[in-house]
């Protein structure tokens, strides 16, 4: 056997270690009972102990240098060069900061789930400091090993290839005309009325009607399921692709479109090329990309109105409400589109959404490079918040600076990838549109060849292209914000 | 650290993995979608080969050697006695056999799915014959490091301390009443009216019952949960223990007393010593002792009259079925205390339950000493089921010796503590009684006494006393079945 074969034995034999994390973690989230944590947090620092040794095995660095040597196809370029990348990533750290990363993370994010409830920002800032202070720790090996900015060095982490600077000049951008797009489009809903929905609808029927739309957006069962969990969230291995939501039975809207959303991560995974399974070519591009795919499935399917049509089709069925005016088409229609400044990310539409995330980056950004410490996080976040969407969260900690799961185990550098993701989406389906009657195959229910164009441009590429050959291949230019834009008007205005 | 802290802290190492295997491996069975199968299996894999490696680090045979010269309180040696018996009963068979057994008993297990319902004896043979062979050079190996006869070095994987000897002896009183008991308590039976449960007993109520019935027996749920699969069982670690079930929809007798045993498994692993988690000595006792529990839990109390009256409330209550005589407390505990000599272990009586596992006992352990051949099985089992249960199995083989997913993949050793486990529940609770009104205690529902006694004698004794020495000091005596008799004869005459 060669090297450039070890190499990807050896990444395979590391993938069953991962695989075996991703469905811990699973359960962790959707299953175990709280008297679990403390064992489990311990396992799972045991099992990513391990992984990193896996990494870290000193013939790795011989065989790297001989596959590289070696004459390979382009496929096998591709492997190789996403095998270095995670080697590299993985290696850097020492394997004490590995382990201290993984026990404080563990323990954060268990105890800020009823700290959250109980707007406790002193119990959950005494268990963050250790998470802020050893993630700094990591963005600066990470930033001494790569050159980069410590906070730059963390954003290669989830979004291979993007930076600081590009991503200021792409939300400077944003900033300059989203406000005052949001301020129209609310001047111009403001004289529209909609119906909320009012009432009982009890989880079951709203988990069967998921599972309905799950299987329109073409969700293969024999590969995957749906449970429920605090934080919605798309897990598992391609093989077996585990996603969740969190049903309120005063409302069903938003729980059904996030089960649209989760389906786009799923239908990724599902998608991604078997061909490289167990090798870095057969992940997911970025985050971003993955973003881009549930986005797509929410944002570019799922809200546009005639799709909104089966959704009250089905909705109205399974509720038993067909004269019920909540889900007659054109309200379920306003519902979808409604535009409003509010304090929670994962409840903001569309049009709001960037300027979460760009509050986010911000503050991230200058944490992990030092700007500020963790106690001026509530501070920041106040008046980000006052000045992006009109909104004050002094002492409101549970709707501010600890809404998210993210940062409580270290994920600093990920928040981007969200509005990167809306930016792909709208450009895929720009793009798409040149050869697809795309409203059409919306209206008839059958979404074939919207999947297909999918699963060829995006999904089988597995990571085999850098994101911006991808975006390049599949659209004909690299990221161009301006059909976001275009979206967003051509959809509020 | 010495090395008896090097050998503990390489222990609670090797539980971590431990841990995510057992976590997976109840997914797999209650969770997973098919389609994930072979990508797990894979995983599972791995994660079994890595556990093989850390048991066999070579430093281990010095740090064994340096801990036995050390000075060790009467609990530390314990830990060690039980750390080494596990190490060497993993380490002693060469890495060949343990994957040859691996591949044959997968095979052979797999094929025997469908040739069982077949009835295809001559397909499963040719598989078996294999995994017999496998199976005997384990035992002479383990025999040879360890002094004993084959079938005792594997009696000794489930049963530490059990021998063939004491089960001859054992076993040979039990042929000697049994089968005149048995017909006794059919010809008394046969005079009674029982009714059926009969109709439609939708599986969500039956799990609400289930859980009442859970929550009655002091189940913590902050540490476990209760969830389905074809075959119950109960998995995961003691700090999130994952009880099963089958709901069968015409009828709900059966589950609910199986939610009754697996109970008795979690409390005892919910209730085994916090202070030696991760270490063998925080490990249950035995499969015989683990056994015990459940049938403590299914026996002793689940199917006392006065319990089954518990039973009954609840049942008509969540079936909202006060007016069925189904659910009369009467007809409940004739339901619960029926006897007939049938084919299949796992739908069998208390009562005749012993018959199968003896049967079976017998010719494991002539199989594996060499005094009878795999193809003599199918002849034994009918010679056997004929005298103990009158049945003839000629010809049945899927009623026969095919049934039994145990002898597949060669866990040769194990039915004997199905058994022991009656023989040490009804030992138990003749002990119980000297202190206990137990009785009372049922009839009171409140049984916090009974638990407690159970706490103190078994549960978080772990494994830091030998069997006989755990027997002895929470009975006052080693094993005697006496007691095992005297309660069916009490029971059912
Ligand atoms: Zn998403
Ligand atoms: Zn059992």
């Not at 809404?403 to 994920?411: A, F």
């Amino acid at each position: 056997m060669n090297a450039y074969h070890q190499l990807v034995e050896h990444t395979k034999n590391i993938t069953h270690f991962e695989h075996l994390s991703a469905i811990c973690g699973w359960d962790q989230a959707a299953m175990m009972p709280a008297g679990g944590a403390e064992a489990r947090a311990q396992a799972m620092a045991a099992l990513q102990v391990h992984i990193h040794q896996l990494m870290n095995q000193p013939q790795l660095t011989e065989w790297f240098a001989q596959a590289e040597q070696a004459p390979l196809s382009a496929e096998q370029q591709a492997v190789l060069r996403e095998m270095k990348r995670q080697w590299q990533q993985a290696t850097v750290l020492p394997e004490s900061l590995v382990q201290a990363q993984s026990i404080a993370g563990a323990r954060c994010e268990h105890a800020w789930r009823q700290q959250k409830q109980d707007n406790d920002w002193a119990g959950f800032a005494a268990n963050w400091e250790e998470v802020v202070k050893l993630s700094r720790e990591e963005a600066q090996i990470r930033a001494a090993a790569t050159g980069k900015t410590p906070y730059d060095a963390m954003l290669d982490l989830y979004e291979p290839g993007a930076s600081t600077q590009a991503l200021d000049s792409l939300f400077d951008d944003v900033k300059s005309w989203l406000p005052t797009l949001i301020d129209r489009v609310l001047e111009k809903q403001s004289h529209e009325s909609v119906l909320l929905p009012r009432g009982n609808y009890p989880s079951e029927t709203q988990k069967s009607l998921g599972l309905a739309v799950m299987k329109q957006l073409q969700f293969d069962f024999d590969h995957g399921r749906l449970d429920e969990s605090t934080h919605p969230f798309c897990g598992g291995v391609p093989t077996d692709v585990r996603i969740t939501t969190r049903y309120s039975e005063t409302e069903f809207v938003q729980s059904l479109m996030g089960i649209v959303h989760e389906t786009g991560h799923a239908r990724y995974e599902q998608g991604l090329p078997k061909a490289y399974a167990g090798t870095p070519a057969g992940e997911a591009r970025s985050m971003g990309i993955h973003e881009s795919q549930s986005l797509f499935f929410e944002m570019q399917i799922g809200r546009n109105p005639l799709f909104i049509n089966h959704l009250a089709d089905l909705a109205s069925q399974y509720f038993n409400a067909h004269n019920d005016p909540v889900f007659a088409k054109a309200n379920l229609q306003k519902l979808y589109s409604r535009v409003s400044k509010d304090f929670i990310r994962v409840d903001a539409d569309e049009l709001t959404y960037p300027a979460h995330v760009i509050l986010r980056y911000e503050i991230e950004r200058d944490l992990i490079n030092g700007v500020i410490e963790f106690r001026d996080v509530p501070e920041l976040w106040d008046h980000k918040m006052q000045n992006y969407l009109g909104l004050s969260t002094q002492g409101n900690y549970r709707q501010g600076c600890m809404q998210d799961i993210h940062w409580t185990d270290g994920s600093f550098g990920y928040f981007p990838s969200y509005t990167l993701g809306a930016m792909y989406a709208a450009q895929f389906m720009a793009a798409m549109k040149k050869t697809i009657d795309v409203d059409g195959v919306i209206h008839s229910g059958d979404l074939t060849p919207i999947f297909t164009w999918l699963a060829d441009n995006i999904w089988c590429q597995g990571s085999l292209l850098t994101t911006d050959e991808l975006v390049k291949q599949a659209t004909g230019e690299t990221l161009n914000a301006e059909h976001f834009k275009a979206h967003l008007e051509k959809r509020y205005l």
